[in-house]
């Protein structure tokens, strides 16, 4: 596609609930990078993968937090046992090989109620 | 650890009237210095990006920045606002080709009739 895609756009689900985030980034770019913003931290970044391995995982606020990426492309984000906390919008963003610049997806806003 | 500090939370000027937005970074060698720009609801927009070379450096919607290292600052500036500029525009440093990202806290900027 012309740039990242992530669904779904919005998400409410109830606390306890597992979620998951899908993010499609941009043929061709094989890093691929998970970020949040929230009112009260701002934009924290959560893990990168260059291809299908996270090298940098630092982000991750807790082990209810992972995320995978296969085939070198569409990388999926996942929240077990929602919080309130959790509640943010999940922005993903791509690079090219070469490239310094990351390209940001629209987000997927979580409400956890 | 590298941080990003916007000082000027909410900013309001008038339509055509100059526009200069602060950024100060903290990283020991040369940064990769980013400002993007995101409008209600959607994700983030890259203006333009410095990594080299010369420090004044052009970027989209009639945007510029410039890159001083003595003051460890990167602001941005606009010669003429338009309304349309009416957004949250954050700056973000990183260390090197596929590094993450680490954002200042954004400065929203109102512009007025």
């Known amino acids: 596609g012309a740039g990242v895609s992530q669904s779904p756009s919005n998400k409410v689900t109830e606390k306890g609930k597992d979620v998951e985030l899908r993010c499609d980034p941009i043929?061709?770019?094989?890093?691929l990078y998970w970020y949040r913003q929230s009112l009260g931290q701002g934009l924290e970044f959560l893990i990168y993968?260059?291809?299908?391995?996270?090298?940098?995982k630092s982000g991750l606020p807790s082990d209810r937090f992972s995320a995978e990426r296969t085939g070198g492309s569409v990388s999926t984000l996942t929240i077990q046992r929602t919080q309130q906390e959790d509640s943010a919008v999940y922005l993903c963003?791509?690079?090219?090989?070469?490239?310094?610049?990351?390209?940001f997806g629209p987000g997927t806003r979580l409400t956890v109620t | 650890a590298q941080s990003v500090t916007q000082p000027d939370i909410h900013i309001t000027v008038s339509e055509g009237a100059s526009l200069e937005l602060r950024c100060n970074y903290s990283y020991g060698a040369t940064p990769y210095l980013f400002w993007y720009v995101q409008s209600p609801g959607q994700g983030l927009q890259l203006l333009l990006k410095y990594f080299s070379g010369d420090t004044l450096v052009q970027g989209i919607k009639g945007f510029e920045a410039e890159f001083k290292r003595s003051q460890s600052s990167f602001n941005l500036r606009k010669p003429s606002v338009h309304w349309s500029d009416a957004a949250e525009y954050f700056c973000a440093v990183g260390t090197g080709t596929a590094s993450k990202l680490t954002f200042g806290t954004g400065t929203r900027l109102q512009v007025t009739l």
């Open positions: 043929s061709g770019h094989t890093a």
């Open positions: 993968f260059q291809g299908n391995s996270a090298p940098d």
């Open positions: 963003a791509s690079s090219h090989p070469t490239g310094v610049e990351q390209y």
